[in-house]
């Protein structure tokens, strides 16, 4: 089956750790997204990537960092420089040209001890 | 400031009539609309979009509203049923951006 998963669904993040996030696809899209939900609140984009090696900063990028090494993973990692992580993080991805149609993965929590 | 809006936190509506989901936004540049449906605990799910060239689009039982002069528009359910009982999010693309602008979610209960 093709899909996005996310791991782990659940994630403490101890004062000033750095904590990665992941997310894989197997449905062969060129382009990964991510966004933070917070309570009560919309999705906002963190990162985003067209393609391989390739990725750009969202309306709320400070304090997080990507990768995109390959087509299929696109972790996230969310440093001690975000003072405010705990949020639902979702992952999501598109074919080229079809952003409209963006599947999403099934998040991560993060939580901070 | 929030570009795109939906201003009612939940909707109530009984099994059979209509929901009606409303969403407004600020931004003239954006030129596509979208409809996601959100169960707890699940990543948000693709249900029925809109281009800005268009006044109406329809998908089985769910139908979009677009209304460009008043920068609004809405998301028609009819008939609910119980499983559509989710959070439902609006999002809008253009103006530059490359992601999707998303609003704050309205809470749909079908009540029996």
């Known amino acids: 089956d093709g899909g996005i998963t996310q791991s782990p669904k659940y994630l403490f993040r101890k004062e000033g750790q750095n904590v990665t996030l992941s997310c894989e696809q197997n449905?062969?899209?060129?382009?990964m997204y991510w966004y933070r939900q917070d309570p009560g609140q919309g999705l906002r984009l963190i990162y985003y990537?067209?393609?391989?090696?390739?990725?750009q900063k969202g309306d709320i990028a400070e304090g997080y960092s990507v990768s995109r090494e390959k087509k299929e993973s696109f972790p996230l990692t969310v440093t001690s420089a975000q003072k405010n992580p705990t949020a639902f993080y979702l992952c999501?991805?598109?074919?080229?040209?079809?952003?409209?149609?963006?599947?999403f993965g099934p998040g991560t929590r993060l939580l901070v001890l | 400031d929030q570009q795109v809006k939906q201003n009612s936190p939940s909707l109530s509506v009984q099994e059979g009539r209509i929901s009606i989901l409303n969403c407004d936004y600020t931004?003239?540049?954006?030129?596509?609309f979208l409809w996601y449906k959100k169960y707890p605990a699940e990543g948000p799910t693709f249900l029925i979009s809109?281009?800005?060239?268009?006044d109406k689009n329809e998908d089985g039982r769910f139908t979009v509203f677009l209304n460009k002069s008043a920068k609004h528009l809405s998301l028609h359910i009819v008939p609910s049923q119980p499983g559509d009982s989710a959070v439902y999010f609006c999002?809008?693309?253009?103006?530059?951006?490359?992601?999707?602008?998303f609003g704050k979610g309205t809470h749909l209960i079908i009540q029996p």
């Open positions: 999501a991805s598109s074919r080229t040209g079809e952003w409209e149609t963006q599947y």
């Open positions: 449905l062969n899209h060129d382009a």
């Open positions: 990537s067209q393609i391989v090696n390739d990725f």
């Open positions: 931004n003239s540049m954006f030129d596509y």
């Open positions: 809109i281009s800005s060239i268009k």
């Open positions: 999002a809008a693309k253009g103006g530059g951006a490359d992601g999707l602008t």
